[in-house]
């Protein structure tokens, strides 16, 4: 139990446990991207896929759960690291260089984390707690993505993911210890080809839905 303890109360136990729960999200968001994939593939195909996954009732129940307490701590302990940041550095620089191979990616990742849960929230208002006792999952997307204006906000949203991932990825592994020179620059370079196939892959499924109208 000490070690626990010492691990929250350390600013690298807490940097460790938003890496672990991070990675956990990427691949829960890969896998989810392959199953929404499946609306290529057509409607009926696309009603086969979520009633498999309905089909593991209390299982997916648990899996949620616990995607629910990844989310808590990740957002909880990414808003510590971020105060304890500020607090640390109280006056900003004048002038900002994107130094010590600082990207896009890990400057802006406060701030794009607070803007996917904003997008979590909407999306799951959307889709996961829709009233769907005189409809299906394939007329609920259908007709939230025949409004433009969320198509335009689900694009935005999935490109915020992207850009998190991008530097999430490897430097999650660089956190928990993974960063070998050797093979650092292919976890550096697969995590940004990663954050490229969510966002476009995200990406892809309303434009397509839209077009198909």
Not at 3 to 13: A, C, E, M, Q, V
Not at 29 to 38: E, K, P, Q, Y
Not at 55 to 77: C, D, K, M, P, Q
Request: with cysteine; hydrophobic share 50%.
């Amino acid at each position: 139990m000490d070690w626990l303890i010492r691990t929250f109360n350390s600013s690298i136990g807490k940097k460790q446990i938003m890496a672990v729960t991070g990675l956990g999200f990427c691949l829960f968001v890969f896998v989810h991207l392959m199953g929404n994939l499946s609306i290529y593939t057509g409607k009926e195909s696309f009603l086969s896929y979520v009633e498999r996954l309905h089909s593991f009732g209390s299982l997916v129940t648990l899996a949620e759960l616990g995607l629910v307490v990844l989310a808590l701590f990740h957002i909880g302990i990414g808003c510590l690291l971020f105060i304890q940041n500020l607090r640390a550095r109280p006056v900003r620089y004048a002038v900002k260089k994107r130094a010590g191979g600082r990207t896009l990616g890990s400057i802006t990742a406060p701030y794009t984390g607070f803007l996917i849960l904003v997008f979590i929230v909407v999306h799951l208002l959307k889709f996961r707690f829709a009233d769907k006792t005189t409809t299906n999952d394939y007329i609920i997307l259908s007709n939230t993505f025949a409004q433009i204006g969320y198509v335009f906000f689900y694009v935005v949203g999935v490109a915020l993911v992207a850009v998190h991932v991008s530097h999430g990825f490897w430097s999650g592994f660089q956190t928990i210890g993974l960063n070998h020179p050797r093979y650092m620059p292919f976890i550096q370079r697969f995590g940004i080809l990663f954050s490229v196939v969510l966002g476009v892959g995200f990406a892809s499924i309303p434009v397509y839905i839209l077009s198909t109208l």
